[in-house]
């Protein structure tokens, strides 16, 4: 039997179904009564209506549950109850406490920016939350402030068909989003999308295809490079391989990636497959960069035992390297393409933070 394709319908990432919930509780709060649904503006600032799958009120506490949608690319989040508790703090002007509860991971280690000892609940989902709360509730800030707690019933178990505890989150999924929105990007209708863009590229005539790993660093390489035609830009997601089997057989010879620390080491170990699932970040090759670099005999150590290549920029931070050690990666990723792909293109690799700040260039 042939295998059945997935399509392309967009879903909803746990941060946007928490900030739903959390809105849902306090629109309860505010209202006296249990609300049925709500509406949510997502961090792409989109406003989206979600369905309250299950609510009680009962006098300062509201409780709201959104099931999570994942759309056609379902991993193992996909019908979660990503559940808030919000308690009013009467006489705490504008306080607002955000924590985790139960089925939510906590963070164990260093490197994935977020706060130890803390809830897995990521910098841009958790700003969502907030922005939300003062968005309905700006008024009743004047005067009180609020607790909220996001929880996961089964999240530990969800958790453990992920990475996590790899990377030193323990006791829960992660509540995660950049955008809100969740894209299939394992699918073979994403695929064909990476193809036709660089195509798109090469019937108009332009000479150069950016490859991106996803929004924030397609915004990076736009704003470094405005002199080029919005149709060089691709996101290719994972698929660095098909992306640059399109561009030979194109005949296009320039590729500028734009990329981060996470996506440019696993080019530079030889992945042409990005996804996390599948090979984990080459933590003795980001050690033997740190090496290469000058760097010092703990850091290279600490890198080497740790678990993510975002860990070892924040060490090279630490030692005021960070320029060059990201020049170092850019660099041997375009050594591993040149290798995989000798006489073929011209490359050059532009790299950002996680905020999109430029750190480095080569090529």
């Not at 992660?174 to 195509?199: D, K, M």
């Not at 994972?238 to 399109?246: E, H, I, K, R, V």
């Not at 591993?336 to 050059?348: D, K």
Request: aromatic content about 4%; overall charge negative.
């Amino acid at each position: 039997m042939k295998k059945k394709e997935r399509g392309t319908r967009t879903g909803f990432s746990t941060g946007a179904c928490s900030a739903a919930a959390t809105r849902a509780a306090v629109e309860s709060l505010l209202q006296g009564e249990v609300v049925a649904s709500t509406s949510c503006l997502l961090p792409n600032r989109d406003l989206v209506d979600f369905v309250v799958h299950e609510a009680w009120l009962d006098g300062d506490c509201a409780h709201a549950v959104i099931i999570k949608d994942a759309g056609d690319d379902p991993d193992c989040t996909h019908g979660a109850h990503l559940t808030a508790d919000v308690t009013l703090l009467r006489g705490q002007a504008g306080h607002l406490v955000l924590e985790g509860g139960e089925g939510v991971g906590i963070v164990t280690m260093a490197g994935l920016g977020l706060e130890l000892n803390k809830a897995a609940i990521n910098p841009v989902p958790r700003k969502n939350i907030l922005e939300n709360i003062r968005l309905v509730a700006e008024e009743l800030l004047h005067e009180h402030g609020l607790e909220i707690v996001i929880s996961v019933p089964n999240g530990a178990e969800m958790a453990k068909k992920t990475l996590n505890d790899r990377l030193g989150i323990i006791g829960g999924i992660s509540i995660l989003g950049t955008t809100g929105i969740v894209r299939p990007y394992s699918t073979a209708a994403f695929r064909a999308s990476v193809v036709q863009g660089i195509e798109v590229a090469a019937r108009q005539g332009q000479h150069s295809v950016v490859l991106t790993t996803g929004g924030r660093t397609e915004k990076f390489v736009m704003r470094e490079l405005p002199q080029l035609e919005s149709s060089c830009f691709v996101q290719m997601g994972d698929f660095l391989g098909p992306a640059l089997d399109t561009a030979q057989a194109q005949g296009l010879k320039q590729i500028i990636i734009g990329g981060m620390v996470g996506k440019l080491t696993k080019i530079a170990q030889g992945e042409i497959i990005t996804h996390a699932r599948r090979n984990p970040v080459n933590m003795a090759l980001l050690a033997d960069m740190a090496k290469t670099i000058g760097a010092s005999t703990k850091s290279v150590q600490q890198i080497s035992a740790a678990q993510t290549a975002r860990f070892a920029a924040e060490c090279m931070a630490e030692e005021g390297l960070v320029e060059v050690f990201h020049m170092e990666i850019a660099k041997r990723a375009v050594d591993t393409l040149q290798s995989r792909y000798p006489s073929v293109f011209h490359i050059r690799v532009l790299v950002c933070d996680f905020d999109g700040v430029k750190l480095a260039e080569f090529g």
